[in-house]
């Protein structure tokens, strides 16, 4: 898939005169037409909910665009608990998805009335002497051991992953909290993780629809809902083909069909927690080169660095990367393009090829609009940069400002030290 800018050299330069680089840059009609598309895919479910995994994205305007199009919140920490009922996300809106869950965390989920999510058989008992008695409704988090696969070869290691009940515990599990009093139960599972592949959903949905059927039969357990979770992949390579939500939703219908509606389970509703589908293609990162370097490689020193987005630095991960204004230009020249901690795996790209890079040339790195921002980090005392909104009329909203050398100071503002330090 070709990747697009969503600015030209001009306008970039136009925005940094305001809001300095590095910046991240979120555009609003891309986020409304696929949040739109999943609604639309889903719509054969009547109880159908996107969960959206706030972890992904944690800022509060890019969640209430997706208010719009009735998305809830997966949350997984007290802060994101708290930033969603700020939002105005309420009750049954929220999932809280955690593992090795905090008992406060658990104890403020279920003041806000959140779905709880259960990681392992023995949070029932967790749950249970936190808040006295257990939630009407439930969830468990299944994991089937082994190694999932799909046709296309595509798989990943569920029996490595530290999450979820084993197939025994979920039998196990539903009994217990159907003696207990839970009245409406949930299944979850989050099998592989960024699938390029329409075939992901429907054969997790499949897998998940027989357990349900099983878990009914057997322990006459009322089950409301099955949360097929995030996994949902984005292409970072101008290569891969993007998945289509249209595809994956009558997949996920026609299993439905013959699994759920089948055994009498006809009213079961579907809901899913993507983050990198619902942000990723929706982001980006801009920054501006500010040095070469000529020694034993050729690198381009940008004004972002791995404090802004990690991916590359942790998991490898690739990012495209266009030069604004040589979008057009033949990419003849390898480079290392860098950021500056004190990291030799502070790189957003290795053995690039791309245009000529002169100092002063805004860089957009793609793809930027899940897991980018929101795994920043002050390593180096460096500081998170600002995240702006690209509205639908083309005008800019700066949606959270830039870390200030006084957030960085300010949890040292109980020390003496700190009030003769001159801000
Ligand atoms: C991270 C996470 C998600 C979102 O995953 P994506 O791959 O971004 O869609 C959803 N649910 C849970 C429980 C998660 O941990």
Redesign the pocket.
């Known amino acids: 898939m070709n990747k697009i800018p969503f600015i030209t050299k001009e306008k970039a330069q136009e925005i940094a005169e305001m809001y300095p680089t590095p910046f991240y840059l979120y555009d609003e009609k891309g986020i409304r037409e696929n949040a739109r598309a999943v609604k639309e895919a889903f719509a054969w479910n009547p109880g159908f909910k996107e969960y959206f ?1 706030v ?2 994205t944690p800022n509060p305007y890019l969640i209430q665009i997706l208010r719009e199009y009735d998305c809830g919140c ?1 949350c ?1 920490s007290m802060t994101e608990l708290m930033l969603s009922k700020a939002v105005g996300v309420k009750g049954e809106d929220i999932m809280f ?1 955690s593992n090795d869950t905090p008992a406060q965390e658990y104890a403020y989920a279920a003041k806000i009335g959140a779905i709880i999510n259960l990681d392992d058989i023995t949070h029932i008992e967790f749950v249970e002497n936190i808040l006295g008695k257990l939630p009407e409704t439930i969830s468990c988090r299944y994991n089937p051991g082994g190694i999932f696969k799909m046709s296309n070869g595509i798989m990943d290691n569920p029996g490595d992953a530290k999450y979820g009940f084993t197939t025994e515990q979920m039998f196990e599990g539903y009994r217990i909290l159907k003696e207990k009093g839970v009245e409406n139960f949930g299944i979850h599972a ?1 099998l592989a ?2 699938t390029v592949s329409n075939e992901y959903y429907p054969v997790l949905a499949k897998e998940l629809f027989e357990l349900a059927v099983k878990l009914e039969k057997e322990t006459g357990a009322h089950i409301k809902f099955i949360n097929l ?5 984005i292409p970072y390579t101008p290569d891969q083909e993007p998945n289509d939500i249209r595809a994956i939703g009558e997949g996920v219908r026609k299993v439905y069909e013959e699994v759920l509606v089948r055994a009498g389970m006809g009213d079961v509703a579907i809901y899913t ?5 619902m942000m990723g293609p929706y982001g980006q990162l801009v920054t501006k080169a500010i040095h070469e370097k000529h020694t034993y490689k050729e690198y381009i020193g940008v004004d972002a660095c791995a404090v802004n987005l990690m991916r590359p630095a942790m998991y490898g991960a690739y990012h495209h990367i266009t030069v604004l204004g040589k979008e057009n230009a033949p990419c003849d020249h390898k480079y290392d393009v860098t950021g500056s901690l004190c990291e030799n795996n502070d790189k957003f790209a290795i053995d690039r090829m791309l245009p000529q890079i002169e100092k002063g040339d805004y860089l957009v790195i793609h793809d930027t609009g ?2 980018g921002h929101a795994m920043g980090y002050n390593y180096n005392g460096k500081l998170r940069s600002a995240e702006l909104l690209l509205k639908e009329d083309g005008s800019v909203r700066m949606i959270r400002r830039a870390e200030m050398p006084k957030d960085y100071f300010a949890t040292l503002d109980c020390f003496e030290v700190y009030d003769k330090l001159a801000f």
């Open positions: 995994a972890k992904a997966d997984s998805s989050f993780s960024n979770s995030g996994g949902v992949g927690e993507m983050g990198r589908f899940a897991h």
